[in-house]
């Protein structure tokens, strides 16, 4: 049965709602994973910044450790030399072993400390394919609002003749009509020729 144009043309805003609908949902998705991949790329900055400054600012302390304790012994050199007290040489070597130890200590923990930067829970590059990935999943979901989309549009494009036409026509040969069409039919060709 044919659609009356009102038919279709609500048909078309319903079409057209639809198309709105799936705007709004790419919108709403895209905004939404956006948000979540700039806040874990940012968490991954932040995260690696706090320990990267903070290894820096505890490498310069073990270096600047490392001068004093040269400039000690550099000290203890001296006076050895003039004093040659052995016993006080041994003491001042006790206890560079002593420091030296701790600042090893120092930078273990630093070094463990930009593990986590080394090896994060999440890296950039697994940031941005959990981005692509999530953006994969919904983009199934357009897909669906798309071929629904397509399916309502379909839908209304009738390229098939009207019933009404094959039925005027049937009428036409019940009613023994038939034979008269076919006269007319070949006296308009017969003209043309």
Not at 17 to 39: H, I, M, P, T
Not at 132 to 143: I, K, Y
């Amino acid at each position: 049965m044919a659609r009356t144009v009102k038919d279709t043309r609500v048909a078309l805003k319903e079409a057209n709602g639809l198309a709105e609908s799936l705007r709004e949902l790419v919108w709403s998705d895209l905004k939404n994973q956006y948000g979540g991949f700039e806040d874990m790329l940012q968490s991954r900055i932040h995260n690696a910044e706090e320990a990267i400054l903070e290894a820096t600012k505890g490498r310069l302390a073990i270096i600047a450790g490392i001068g004093e304790m040269r400039k000690d012994l550099e000290r203890g050199q001296r006076r050895f030399t003039r004093t040659n007290d052995i016993n006080e040489l041994r003491i001042l070597l006790l206890d560079l072993a002593g420091r030296i130890s701790r600042l090893r200590e120092a930078n273990t923990l630093l070094v463990d400390s930009l593990k986590s930067v080394l090896n994060p829970a999440l890296s950039a590059i697994e940031i941005v394919e959990k981005f692509a990935s999530d953006l994969q999943r919904s983009a199934g979901t357009w897909e669906r609002s798309g071929r629904g989309i397509d399916e309502s549009i379909l839908e209304l494009c009738d390229a098939h003749e009207p019933a009404e036409l094959g039925d005027l026509e049937l009428y036409i040969t019940k009613q023994g009509y038939a034979p008269l069409l076919e006269e007319s039919v070949h006296s308009s060709s017969d003209e043309d020729a």
